[in-house]
């Protein structure tokens, strides 16, 4: 993971903590790259670590209040 994902992580971790383990939102991360990266995605073809931050943010509020799901519907645990 690129070093300005990592700094991603660190602030997610430290809002999420004790709400959202560090696997997952680093899982949560990670699938959010990859989903803008995808061919059908409506975010550039190279997401700004500020626009990836904010998609994680609002997927990780989703797994932190809904049970444990990315937001998408995928089990995180």
Same mark, same amino acid.
């Given at each position: 993971?690129?070093? /300005?994902?990592? *700094? %991603? +992580?660190?602030?997610?971790? &430290?809002?999420?903590? #004790?709400? +959202?383990?560090?696997?997952? +939102?680093?899982? %949560? +991360? $990670?699938?959010? $790259? !990859?989903?803008?990266? &995808? /061919?059908?995605? *409506?975010?550039?073809?190279?997401?700004?670590?500020? @626009?990836?931050? &904010?998609?994680? $943010? !609002? $997927?990780?509020?989703?797994?932190? #209040? *809904? #049970? @444990?799901?990315? &937001?998408? @519907?995928?089990?995180? /645990?």
């Amino acid at each position: 993971m690129p070093d /300005s994902y990592a *700094h %991603i +992580v660190e602030r997610l971790c &430290g809002e999420f903590d #004790g709400r +959202v383990p560090l696997p997952v +939102v680093t899982q %949560i +991360v $990670r699938q959010c $790259r !990859r989903d803008a990266n &995808g /061919s059908d995605s *409506h975010f550039p073809a190279d997401p700004t670590p500020r @626009g990836l931050e &904010g998609l994680a $943010r !609002r $997927r990780l509020l989703a797994a932190a #209040g *809904h #049970g @444990g799901t990315t &937001g998408r @519907g995928d089990e995180t /645990s």
